[in-house]
């Protein structure tokens, strides 16, 4: 990689990282979701369950 | 500035899930049906046991409610996987991992796929409809989930021992990260149990088509999110080499 056209890039500061960390729980949530639930947490999940069906499989997740 | 590389790592996911989707349409969806044709036939075969299946007489979801499914759920994915992918490149930015922001973005979108989809297929590969106990599923979510974690942290031991050995030669660097992630992820392989409960007589060509498909979807989803995601940064980082004139005549 050629150092010239690619400046080093001030690190953004780890305080405004930590308060989008809370982010993160929201999109494990969201691939939670569509990979894992069962119906076992959600009341929806079997309908989702059974809606995302081929998703799963196809992501390679465990599926019934 | 973390809201904007948040932002275009959503989008990126969500394409980049819709990319993957199209995919998975056109090269998964015939071996889902016939592994649901192999299933169904099987199950007429022992109506006794087919009452508590998820692929029974009265679906919940229609089969085309599922084909639309798909799209659903690998647009959903892709965006929560592009959320966490910017965060990471939000966080490692300036501080790891290449200077060139959009090969940052691919190196990171590499790593991802070897941390969550490569290492885990290797050890726990998808499964078609048909295979698999629904017994046993709750071990295995536990089980896939560790080897997810397994993963993550090989690919951080990767990262780690790369950068111990900053001081050495390009060789020590590179068989110092080679190390750093093949120990822990080849002896989770090893070590992991195995889970095998493809039904006898199942077509060994099906679910290798099957297993490629799904491996592929992966594939597509991960090199979109790290393409789109460097051409955006690349798009980004570079307002100044072309002038706005054409948009602002005077």
């Known amino acids: 990689m ?3 056209s690619a400046p080093h890039t001030p690190p953004l500061p780890w305080s405004g990282i930590a308060r989008w960390l809370l982010a993160v729980p929201v999109l494990l949530l969201l691939a939670y979701l569509v990979a894992f639930d069962n119906g076992a947490v959600s009341q929806a999940g079997d309908y989702l369950h059974e809606l995302m069906h081929d998703g799963r499989h196809l992501l390679g997740v465990p599926c019934h | 500035m973390i809201a904007k590389l948040i ?7 969500l394409l980049a899930g819709l990319l993957a989707a199209v995919f998975a349409y056109t090269a998964g969806e015939p071996h889902i049906d016939s592994a649901i044709a192999l299933e169904e036939a099987a199950a007429a075969s022992q109506p006794e046991a087919a009452h508590d299946h998820d692929h029974g007489e009265e679906p ?17 994915y892709g965006t929560a996987a592009g959320g966490l992918f910017a965060l990471a490149f939000a966080a490692l930015r300036g501080r790891a991992g ?12 590499g790593a ?5 989809v490569l290492v885990p297929f290797l050890k726990y590969p998808a499964n078609p409809p048909a295979v698999g106990d629904p017994e046993t599923i709750g071990r295995r979510t536990v089980l896939y989930l560790v080897i997810v974690v397994v993963g993550l942290l090989a690919v951080a031991a990767a990262g780690a021992a790369y950068r111990l050995a900053a001081n050495g030669p390009a060789p020590a660097r590179w ?4 190390a750093g992630f093949l120990v822990p992820a080849g002896a989770a392989l090893a070590l992991m149990p195995t889970v095998d409960e493809v039904p006898a007589g199942f077509p060994a060509t099906l679910l290798w088509d099957f297993r490629i498909a799904s491996l592929g979807t992966q594939v597509v989803l991960w090199a979109a999110v790290g393409a789109l995601y460097a051409l955006a940064t690349h798009r980004a980082t ?3 080499s072309r002038p706005a004139t054409a948009a602002t005549p005077a």
């Open chain 2, 98 to 109: 290449p200077r060139s922001e959009p090969v940052l973005a691919l190196s990171l979108a």
């Open chain 2, 7 to 13: 932002v275009r790592g959503l989008l990126a996911g």
């Open chain 2, 112 to 116: 991802a796929f070897v941390a969550v």
């Open chain 2, 238 to 240: 570079r307002p100044a």
């Open chain 2, 60 to 76: 919940v979801v229609s089969r085309d409610g599922q084909r639309f499914g798909l799209f659903l759920a690998l647009a959903l």
């Open chain 1, 2 to 4: 050629s150092q010239i």
């Open chain 2, 175 to 178: 068989l110092a990260g080679g």
